[in-house]
C-alpha cells in the first residue's frame, strides 16, 4: 500500500488547512486510515482516524476543531482543520492499518505551521 499526503502548508493561528491522502496499491480488507502528527522533539501521536465502516477517533487536543473524513470508492481519508492554534505545528502523517494483517503503512509527512 502506498501512500500520498498532501495540502500542509504555512497558516497564521485561527485558519484552517485541509490534508487529503490517497492509498493505492493492495487495498482489499477492512481498514482504517488516520492522521498522525509529530512535533519537533515529541513522539508522534493519533489525531483522528476512520474506518470504512465510519467509526471515528479523534485526540483530545483537536475534538471540535479537526474533522476527518473518507471516501472509500476512491481511497482518500481527508483532514478538516479549523481553528489551527501554533500547538497544531508538527508534521502530519497519514496512516493505513491493514486489520487483516495488522500492517501499518505511513506516507511521507505534510508539514503543517500555525504562526501566532
Known amino acids: 500500500v502506498q501512500l500520498q499526503a498532501s495540502g500542509g502548508g504555512t497558516v497564521q493561528a485561527g485558519g484552517s488547512l485541509r490534508l487529503s491522502c490517497v492509498a493505492s496499491?493492495?487495498?482489499?480488507?477492512?481498514?482504517?486510515m488516520g492522521w498522525y502528527r509529530q512535533a519537533p522533539g515529541k513522539q508522534r501521536d493519533l489525531v483522528a482516524d476512520?474506518?470504512?465502516?465510519?467509526?471515528?477517533k479523534y485526540a483530545e487536543a483537536v475534538k471540535g476543531r479537526f474533522t476527518i473524513s473518507r471516501d472509500n470508492a476512491k481511497n482518500t481519508v481527508y483532514l478538516q482543520m479549523d481553528s489551527l492554534k501554533p500547538d497544531d505545528t508538527a508534521v502530519y502523517f497519514c496512516?493505513?492499518?491493514?486489520?487483516?494483517?495488522?500492517?501499518?503503512?505511513w506516507g511521507q509527512g505534510t508539514l503543517v505551521t500555525v504562526s501566532s
Open positions: 496499491g493492495s487495498i482489499f480488507s477492512v481498514n482504517v
Open positions: 496512516n493505513f492499518f491493514d486489520m487483516a494483517t495488522a500492517l501499518d503503512y
Open positions: 476512520m474506518t470504512g465502516g465510519g467509526n471515528i
